[in-house]
């Protein structure tokens, strides 16, 4: 039966978004069931997302991995799956609308530049501020270059980064009559308003030197090009939802609600990390585990109850 499109654009939408940069682990079980199973209550969908804009340390071995662990899983997801490395147009096209409201500007230092740079302000005892994500803040780490700079640079071939003015940014959303806000969701359905506080980052890199664009910039678009309407991940996002929200509303784009799950924690009761090849799926299937067990032992009803 065909559906009107009243229907179709309430259709809750959510997705399911790894990185193919290491094996997933049981905290990753739980993201993609838990996104499955909220889904199916709402009468939605998930989509699969490959967020592989890192080509220094993203795998297509990882990536055939994350397809394999998430069938044993059980779970099934519509095709053809968004890869986020065929996606640069669609984020270039974001950055230069940013660009063209004088929102960006260029940065030509490299890790080892900033670093220095922290080193330096760091030598008395000092603490300089961090992001969220741990990146040393900006700016006042190392000086802006002027466009006539940053043309000199290009006109060269090197790589730049361009980072977001939050100042700026902050200023131009301040005159608007909404206030800069998300929505929480919980599995039980309650939903509550929270104000939303980029000015927890400093000036982010939103297209790194090497790929061009960044996880914040990628994400953002996706999710809107994407018609996600509800965002599921662990708490450890949490900040970078309002840096998202902020990207959102500069690029009129709308703000899908969010759930932060707990991360779900080891043995040893810390945050398992696909760097330390900590409970790998595939690691647990070798050694005989089902993935009933698995769901039984993340909180889930069996799958045919
Ligand atoms: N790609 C991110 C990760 O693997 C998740 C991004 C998101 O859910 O917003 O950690």
């Known amino acids: 039966m065909d559906t009107a499109p009243s229907e179709r654009a309430i259709q809750p939408v959510f997705r399911f978004a790894p990185s193919p940069n290491g094996y997933l682990h049981l905290g990753h079980a739980y993201s993609a069931l838990l996104n499955e199973a909220l889904a199916a209550a709402a009468g939605g969908l998930w989509l699969l997302r490959i967020e592989d804009i890192d080509t220094t340390r993203c795998r297509p071995a990882f990536e055939q991995a994350i397809y394999e662990d998430l069938a044993w899983l059980g779970l099934s997801w519509p095709e053809p799956v968004l890869r986020q490395s065929t996606e640069q147009a669609a984020y270039r096209d974001a950055l230069a609308r940013l660009d063209a409201m004088g929102l960006l500007y260029p940065c030509a230092a490299s890790r080892q530049d900033i670093a220095a740079a922290v080193a330096r302000r760091e030598e008395g005892g000092a603490v300089w501020p961090r992001d969220p994500d741990g990146a040393p803040r900006h700016p006042g780490l190392v000086e802006r270059l002027s466009r006539t700079e940053?043309?000199?640079?290009?006109?060269?071939?090197?790589?730049?980064?361009?980072?977001?003015?939050?100042?700026?940014?902050?200023?131009?959303?301040?005159?608007?009559?909404?206030?800069?806000?998300?929505?929480?969701?919980?599995?039980?359905?309650?939903?509550?308003?929270?104000?939303?506080?980029?000015?927890?980052?400093?000036?982010?890199?939103?297209?790194?030197?090497?790929?061009?664009?960044?996880?914040?910039?990628?994400?953002?678009?996706?999710?809107?090009?994407?018609?996600?309407?509800?965002?599921?991940?662990?708490?450890?996002?949490?900040?970078?939802?309002?840096?998202?929200?902020?990207?959102?509303?500069?690029?009129?784009?709308?703000?899908?609600?969010?759930?932060?799950?707990?991360?779900?924690?080891?043995?040893?009761?810390?945050?398992?990390?696909?760097?330390?090849?900590?409970?790998?799926?595939?690691?647990?299937?070798?050694?005989?585990?089902?993935?009933?067990?698995?769901?039984a032992r993340l909180g889930f009803a069996p799958r045919h109850s």
């Not at 929480?184 to 790194?208: H, I, K």
């Not at 309002?242 to 709308?254: E, M, N, V």
Request: aromatic residues 4%.
């Open 150 to 295: 940053a043309e000199a640079l290009r006109s060269r071939g090197e790589p730049l980064a361009w980072r977001l003015d939050m100042e700026r940014a902050l200023a131009r959303i301040a005159a608007d009559d909404s206030p800069l806000v998300w929505t929480r969701f919980t599995a039980g359905g309650e939903l509550s308003t929270v104000a939303a506080q980029p000015e927890r980052w400093g000036d982010v890199v939103l297209a790194r030197k090497d790929i061009g664009t960044s996880y914040h910039l990628s994400v953002v678009v996706d999710d809107a090009r994407q018609g996600v309407t509800h965002v599921v991940r662990g708490k450890d996002l949490e900040p970078a939802t309002d840096l998202h929200c902020l990207l959102q509303r500069l690029l009129g784009l709308p703000t899908p609600r969010y759930l932060h799950h707990d991360l779900i924690q080891d043995q040893a009761g810390e945050k398992l990390a696909k760097s330390r090849g900590s409970t790998a799926l595939r690691d647990l299937r070798a050694e005989g585990l089902t993935p009933e067990d698995l769901r």
